[in-house]
C-alpha cells in the first residue's frame, strides 16, 4: 500500500470514527427525549430539536426509528440513564451525564479518566450545592427584536438573557422549558440548541495549567461511548482563549 493511500484510509478511517460518535451521541439525546416526552415531536420539543441535530448530521432513519423506540420502551436494550460526580484538580467540580447498559465498565472507565487528570469520583449528591438542573436555550436572533425578545423570555420565566455573536443564551428554571419552547414556536424560530443542563451556581478561579488539565479531562470523558454529557464550574477568564 502506497504512503499516500494509507494516509487516505487512514484519514478516511478517523473521520468514520468521528461520524460514529457524533451518531451514538445524537440517538442517546434522542432516545433519553423519547424517554421523558414520548414520540411525537410535535409534543415533545426535545426530541424535536434532537431530530434537528439527526437531520443536520444525516444520521439514518432507521437509527433514528429504532433510539425513538427504545425511549419509548418498545426496545429493551438494557440501557439506563446514570450520572457520576466529582473533582479535578483544584477542586474543580465535574459532573457527568452518562447511558450505560452495563454500570460496572462505565464507573471503571469514568474513574480512570479522572485518576489521569489527579480527580476522583465522589459520590452521588456530593455536587448538589454546585450544580442546579436548568432549562437552557440557544436561539439565533434572526429577525427577532432584542428588546421585545427579551421581555417575552422575562415574562415567560427565563433569569438570564444574553445576545452575543447573533445569538440569544437563555438560562431559566427547569419548569420554564415548555412555555419558552411553546413562545419559539410560535415565532416559527427554531433554536440552535434546547436543553436541560447542570448549570454551575458556583464558580471555581484558576491557572493556566489547571484549566488545560481539566478541559483535557473533559475531551475524555466525552469521547467515552457511554458519556453523554460533561459539566465543569470553572469560570471563564478571557485569557483561556488563547490556550
Known amino acids: 500500500m502506497g504512503r499516500k493511500w494509507a494516509n487516505i484510509v487512514k484519514q478516511k478511517s478517523a473521520n468514520d470514527k468521528l461520524r460514529g460518535q457524533i451518531y451514538t451521541k ?3 439525546e434522542v432516545t433519553s427525549a423519547a424517554k421523558v416526552g414520548g414520540e411525537d415531536p410535535g409534543t415533545n420539543f426535545l426530541l424535536k430539536v434532537a431530530l ?7 444520521v439514518p432513519k432507521d437509527n433514528i426509528d429504532r433510539a425513538i423506540s427504545k ?13 457520576y460526580e466529582g473533582y479535578g484538580p483544584n477542586g474543580v467540580a465535574i459532573f457527568v451525564e452518562a447511558s450505560t447498559n452495563n454500570p460496572t465498565r462505565t464507573i471503571a472507565n469514568v474513574r480512570v479518566h ?3 487528570a489527579g480527580g476522583a469520583v465522589g459520590t452521588t449528591g456530593s455536587l448538589q450545592f454546585v450544580f442546579n438542573r436548568r432549562a437552557v436555550f440557544e436561539i439565533p436572533q434572526g429577525a427577532l427584536d432584542e428588546d421585545d425578545f427579551t ?5 415567560l420565566g427565563a433569569e438570564d438573557i444574553e445576545l452575543e455573536d447573533g445569538f ?11 412555555s419558552v419552547s411553546k413562545k419559539l414556536e410560535e415565532l416559527n424560530v427554531a433554536p440552535e440548541e434546547a436543553a436541560l443542563e447542570q448549570v454551575p451556581l458556583t464558580f471555581k478561579e484558576v491557572d493556566d495549567e489547571t484549566y488545560l488539565t481539566i478541559m483535557k479531562l473533559v475531551d475524555s470523558l466525552e469521547e467515552d461511548e457511554d458519556v453523554l454529557k460533561v459539566y465543569h464550574n ?3 477568564d478571557e485569557r483561556f482563549a488563547n490556550l
Open 151 to 155: 421581555m417575552e423570555m422575562i415574562e
Open 52 to 58: 434537528e441535530k439527526c437531520k443536520k448530521n444525516n
Open 71 to 83: 425511549g419509548c420502551g418498545n426496545l429493551d436494550d438494557g440501557y439506563n440513564d446514570i450520572t
Open 168 to 178: 440569544f443564551s437563555i438560562t431559566g428554571p427547569m419548569e420554564i422549558f415548555g
Open 26 to 28: 445524537i440517538l442517546m
Open 114 to 116: 479522572f485518576k489521569k
Open 234 to 236: 470553572i469560570e471563564f
